[in-house]
């Protein structure tokens, strides 16, 4: 089986921007989380969602949103792009969020 | 609350040597627990969990782990350390009875482990 896509691999984006990241789990998973990752706060949980709903979410502001298709891919979208929204995004894949996550290489996105 | 503790940032070894990279974890009620690995500019990478049963967890690429309840301890080790395995390695856990935690993982800090020649 192919492994969790994530499209674009890197991004250059500047402060009030708009940005949207996209996941294609692998295939039969119908969980997809979003993690952010930086140096200085680690790896820090955005949100999941099973079968096109929203699951669970972290302590992110409102700026940050995702969603789910019925294909299982998901996007998630952060608008007003700050500084400190410069990391490494990845996106994880499991059959229903129970089991192993799986993870795809990340979006890297740097705000200029 | 659900937290990892990893106690070292930095691990160092020999190539031969046996590794071992510390993680503690706190959850309310029974833990799943996991360990990945990171490469220089790359995602995540599975290694082994530990779900139930057997203490002790084999995984990819020669790695087991030791689940010590008493000590809420998650080790990983390798009997003997390889120059390729130098990277960041993620420890994380799930709370299995908090459903509403569901796909949702805890980490911690990482420990970046350099083997060398």
């Known amino acids: 089986k192919a492994g969790v896509t994530q499209t674009p691999r890197y991004l250059i984006k500047t402060r009030g921007q708009q940005v949207t990241l996209s996941c294609s789990p692998i295939s039969g998973h119908r969980s997809v989380s979003w993690y952010q990752q930086t140096p200085g706060q680690g790896l820090q949980f955005l949100f999941e969602y099973f079968s096109e709903t929203q699951r669970n979410k972290g302590n992110f502001p409102g700026r940050f949103s995702g969603r789910q298709f019925s294909n299982s891919r998901s996007e998630m979208n952060v608008s007003t792009l700050e500084l400190g929204d410069s990391a490494l995004y990845l996106c994880?894949?499991?059959?229903?969020?129970?089991?192993?996550?799986?993870f795809g290489p990340g979006t890297r996105l740097l705000v200029l | 609350a659900q937290s990892v503790a990893q106690p070292e940032d930095q691990v160092n070894v020999a190539e031969g040597n046996p590794l071992t990279v510390k993680c503690t974890y706190s959850v309310s009620g029974n833990p799943y627990l996991f360990w990945y690995v990171q490469y220089p500019n790359r995602g995540l990478q599975f290694l082994l969990k530990?779900?139930?049963?057997?203490?002790l967890v084999k995984g990819s690429y020669g790695f087991e782990a030791e689940f010590n309840k008493s000590q809420t301890s998650f080790h990983l080790k390798k009997p003997s350390a390889l120059v390729s395995d130098s990277a960041l390695y993620f420890c994380a856990v799930r709370d299995q009875n908090r459903g509403s935690t569901l796909g949702r993982l805890y980490f911690g800090r990482g420990t970046q482990l350099t083997v060398w020649p």
């Open positions: 994880a894949s499991s059959s229903s969020g129970q089991e192993t996550q799986y």
């Open positions: 530990y779900i139930t049963g057997d203490n």
